[in-house]
């Protein structure tokens, strides 16, 4: 596997490629990923934690998106000479930049497949990095970008069916498999609301919202906040918690403080997702989203684990996530229709616990064991036989 962003960098990608790299080692397969190195600082190490092979290249910083690498062009041509000499069945591309230079490249040395995961909607996300460029033009350019890389490769997964007519309607023509990315369910397994409200010092009766997002102005979190003021007047003791960082989060401190919303918003950045994550889900009365442009929408389905009831907006990706889930509430991108669902909500607690209770149910067919079978069987189908012994 190759890709431009992974741990300690946390978004859905860095989380989607662990996922599938663990769940292809306890199927008994063997995975190495290409990713950048972030520094000696940057805590990347607790992220090797060696069940696969991690290589790590070295990298500089993006002058206009800081949180990200990339990868340096003399390290290219060493580690393709390095990975070339070793035996694969598929090279498996994640983010298109030297990620998929590098898998490209490996691919027509060893002419062994090259499957690429269209993670990002591009088209949606390049104005908000390159806000300087016309927002046509950075439009037309993204989907040029997608149509030259994506015919690179032998084969394309996406994570859901509006992605794949996404990459329909730019004209692509790359055989195109639609498999979501998941969750692991036991990891979803623990966790404890009364804990996070204890340490944070929220009473228990305190109404209280929760959303898990990086802090981008695509993430749509300042419609929440918006959504947030409009329900104060009703629940004035109502808290929203938002986990997660990003380069937005000082535009959204200053519209909360704006919106005079700073006794009722807090903000606690990356928290461990095997233990304080776990908490702050599980300390919500209600999962609100709003996101309209994720391929997927991991964290709605995470939601739906830990039995957090969900309202959210159903755009792209996290509809079809939503769609026929009984643990959610579907909204249009509207504050008052946003704040109507999630007040009726918080007025019921009958109907939170309804919401509650088929959470796990519906997190259950998204369940990396059974998605991951998919993904193998695509791999065998296109591996190329190894030429027979002598």
Known sequence: MFSDVYFPRVNGVST??????????????????????????????QHDDGSFEIIRLPARVIFFDPEDRLIKGAALAGITRRL???DWD???????????????????????????????????????????????????????????????????????AQMEQVLDRYGIRTPCTVIPTGIDLAEFAGGEGARFRDTHGIDHDVPTLV????????????????VVGRLVPEFPTLQFLIAGEGPDATRLRQLVAALR?????????????????????????????ASPTETQGLVLIEAMAVGTPIVSTAVMGTATVLRDARSARVSEEDETAFSGHVASLLRAPEAR?????????????????VLMRRVVDLYASLARPFPALA
């Open 16 to 45: 989607s490629i662990r996922t599938f790299a663990q769940a292809l080692v306890r199927m008994g397969h063997a995975v190495t990923l290409v990713a950048p190195d972030y520094g000696a600082d940057s805590g990347q190490e």
């Open 84 to 86: 070339a000499v070793r």
């Open 90 to 160: 598929v090279i498996h591309v994640h983010t298109p930049f030297r990620a998929h230079q590098l898998g490209v490249r490996l691919g027509r040395l060893t002419g062994v497949p090259v499957v690429e995961t269209y993670h990002t909607y591009f088209e949606e996300y390049v104005g908000h990095y390159l806000p300087w460029l016309p927002t046509g033009l950075a439009r037309w350019g993204a989907r040029r970008a997608s149509r030259y890389l994506c015919h690179g490769v032998d084969h394309l997964i996406v994570p859901s």
């Open 211 to 226: 959303t898990v997002s990086r802090l981008s102005r695509e993430k749509n979190i300042g419609f929440l906040i918006r």
């Open 261 to 289: 919303l700073q006794d009722n918003v807090r903000f606690f950045g990356n928290l461990d997702r095997r233990t304080s994550l776990l908490d702050a889900y599980r300390a919500g009365d209600v999962f609100v989203f």
């Open 353 to 369: 616990a309804a919401l509650a209770q088929a959470g796990p149910i519906d997190a259950s067919a998204w369940s990396t064991e």
